[in-house]
């Protein structure tokens, strides 16, 4: 029997060939879980990541929300002072963030929306915040300041972080991925225009603010 490039045998076999061909092209897209991409950017970028961090942490200093006294006041509603800077924070950065994409500086990176995740890590992060009366950013300021307490929050973060490292292999498919919605925004969630929502937001942030100043917190 004469065997044509055309006959399905010869087809049958050129498709097998390709198989291992299709299949290492696939696995060459695939991010490598040992490399740190961090490490590629240019010097450019790192120094003003740098940078940002530390006036990030000077200003947290300067705004009283790496003190023990004031974190453990708004956990048990008398000192408003982390609130009130939580509020400044967002309006600034939701008319900065939303005038720079008008102008095409900047570019939308949203993580995708999980419900499962977001539920169980929101509950873990607020026990932790309720036990240790700092969040991770606050913890940072107050190390820098001379906190020892904030050292037990250190160590903390370190093996949480190694743990989840560790864990996370076994979490995937599981209750971290239910309720996946995408890459959700709050104008979305509501249905309407970012534009639109951040004229309305800003506004009523902005009472909220008044009214807690007013009120003397």
Do not use: H
Not at 49 to 58: C, K, N, P, S, Y
Not at 149 to 172: I, Q, R
Not at 182 to 190: A, D, F, M, Q, S
Request: proline share 4%; charged share 15%.
């Amino acid at each position: 029997m004469e065997i044509t490039s055309d006959s399905p045998l010869v087809e049958d076999a050129n498709r097998r060939g390709n198989q291992p061909e299709q299949k290492q092209d696939s696995d060459s897209k695939r991010p490598d879980p040992q490399r740190w991409d961090w490490l590629e950017a240019s010097p450019g970028k790192l120094v003003a990541g740098l940078l940002f961090g530390l006036v990030f942490g000077f200003l947290l200093q300067k705004g009283g929300v790496a003190k023990f006294d004031i974190l453990i006041g708004v956990l048990l509603l008398e000192n408003f002072v982390v609130v009130k800077v939580m509020l400044t924070a967002i309006i600034v950065g939701m008319i900065g963030s939303y005038v720079l994409r008008r102008m095409g500086v900047i570019e939308l990176q949203i993580n995708e929306t999980k419900y499962g995740a977001n539920i169980v890590g929101g509950l873990t992060f607020g026990v932790g915040f309720g036990l240790l009366a700092y969040c991770p950013g606050t913890n940072a300021a107050a190390v820098g300041q001379g906190n020892l307490d904030a050292l037990v929050g250190v160590l903390g973060l370190l093996l949480g972080s190694y743990l989840y490292a560790l864990s996370s292999k076994f979490s995937n498919g599981t209750v971290s991925r239910w309720g996946k919605r995408g890459k959700l925004t709050l104008p979305e969630l509501v249905g309407t225009s970012q534009g639109w929502f951040v004229a309305i937001a800003t506004p009523l942030l902005a009472a909220a603010l008044l009214m807690l100043e007013l009120a003397g917190y």
